[in-house]
């Protein structure tokens, strides 16, 4: 079992930046990607990036793409979220999963554990 707990959400201006965390704890050993997602109201939840087991290759949605950073502190087993120039399209609450898979998986399918969620508000 894996415990993911995100935190740093909040209200933000457009323009802004917030930097979201996922710490995570128990049988962090057998992490392989870990991935960020987020839900809208009334929509279904989406994805936004991942990052693969060493750190050292990273995906994103086309719609986050140069404005978004995913990284992770192994040693502090932790996954953060680095979002600029953020648009009131991209409030959400945001998810952190972790996968098995030692790729760069982008379904939702392929994570096994998953966060509570923390609230991203983007005023205009």
């Known amino acids: 079992q894996v415990q993911l707990v995100e935190s740093g959400g909040g209200l933000v201006q457009a323009g802004g930046s917030l930097r979201l965390s996922c710490a995570a704890s128990?049988?962090?050993?057998?992490?392989?990607?870990m991935g960020w997602f987020r839900q809208a109201p009334g929509k279904e939840r989406e994805f936004v990036a991942t990052?693969?087991?060493?750190?050292?290759?990273?995906v994103y949605a086309d719609s986050v793409s140069g404005r978004f950073t995913i990284s992770r502190d192994s040693t502090k087993n932790t996954v953060y979220l680095r979002m600029n120039n953020l648009k009131p399209d991209d409030t959400a609450v945001y998810y952190c999963?972790?996968?098995?898979?030692?790729?760069?998986?982008?379904?939702?399918?392929?994570?096994?554990?998953w966060g509570q969620g923390t609230q991203v508000t983007v005023s205009s």
């Open positions: 999963a972790a996968s098995a898979d030692y790729g760069l998986p982008r379904s939702l399918a392929a994570y096994d554990y």
């Open positions: 128990g049988r962090t050993s057998s992490s392989g990607a």
């Open positions: 990052i693969n087991y060493n750190g050292l290759s990273t």
